[in-house]
């Protein structure tokens, strides 16, 4: 059975900072990975989808890479700001379902 | 992209009763989903919405409980029927364009806070 991890369950940081967001996951036949943001008592917006082929993605100040091998992926985000602060979900597709870890929840102080 | 809307975006019920929450997808999609996000946990996947055909539930969730319907590419709903006190939680659509082979990126909507009493 497909678990996802994601670690640190919290994270505080001054704005301006580098950080990395750490995902991940038990079985590595994976189709692709894609990390989301959610507001408090919003939706999900999609940031960015790795295929299972593919080493990174890039967008903006958001880059994630996968390394399938190991099950794992990274989120890095350069430069936080205040608007960052958001809980950021990490999912994997095998076959129709995308399984969700609990997400890491970011707080970036001006 | 698909941009997803929800109705209602929130709602408080009594026990016993049944909600029926809508999705509408601005284009059409191939594939649709809905999921579950109790409170502090993560999203579940509940079923998978088939256009013209029964929805494909996940181990867990029956049909008599969460009906769904999906009469065509860009719509479909969600009843949760019956409700209990641990029926609230947050439920959310899901799109996907292309078929189960091709893994496209999948969008969400706003959601649909769901209280119980």
């Known amino acids: 059975k497909q678990e996802v991890t994601q670690i640190p369950a919290a994270l505080s940081v001054p704005e301006g900072e580098n950080l990395v967001l750490n995902c991940s996951f038990t079985d590595s036949a994976i189709y692709n990975l894609q990390w989301f943001r959610q507001d408090p008592g919003k939706g999900l917006t999609s940031l960015l989808l790795?295929?299972?082929?593919?080493r990174e993605q890039t967008s903006g100040r958001l880059n994630a890479s996968l390394d399938k091998s190991s099950g794992r992926s990274t989120l890095y985000i350069a430069a936080s700001q205040p608007g960052d602060s958001a809980t950021y979900l990490c999912?994997?597709?095998?076959?129709?379902?995308?399984?969700f870890g609990k997400g890491t929840t970011l707080s970036v102080s001006s | 992209s698909a941009v997803i809307s929800q109705k209602p975006s929130r709602d408080i019920c009594q026990r016993g009763t049944s909600l029926t929450i809508q999705c509408q997808v601005d284009?059409?999609?191939?594939?649709m989903f809905w999921y579950r996000q109790q409170p502090g946990q993560s999203l579940t996947l509940i079923a998978t919405?088939?256009?013209?055909?029964?929805?494909?539930?996940e181990s867990g969730f029956v049909i008599d409980k969460f009906p769904i319907s999906r009469p065509n590419l860009t719509f479909s709903t969600l009843t949760v029927s019956n409700m209990s006190p641990e029926d609230s939680s947050i439920y959310l659509c899901s799109a996907g364009t292309g078929g189960a082979g091709s893994y496209n990126e999948q969008f969400f909507g706003p959601g649909t806070r769901l209280t119980v009493l």
């Open positions: 999912a994997v597709r095998k076959g129709t379902a995308l399984i």
């Open positions: 284009s059409q999609v191939t594939m």
């Open positions: 919405a088939n256009q013209g055909s029964e929805a494909t539930y």
């Open positions: 790795i295929q299972s082929s593919q």
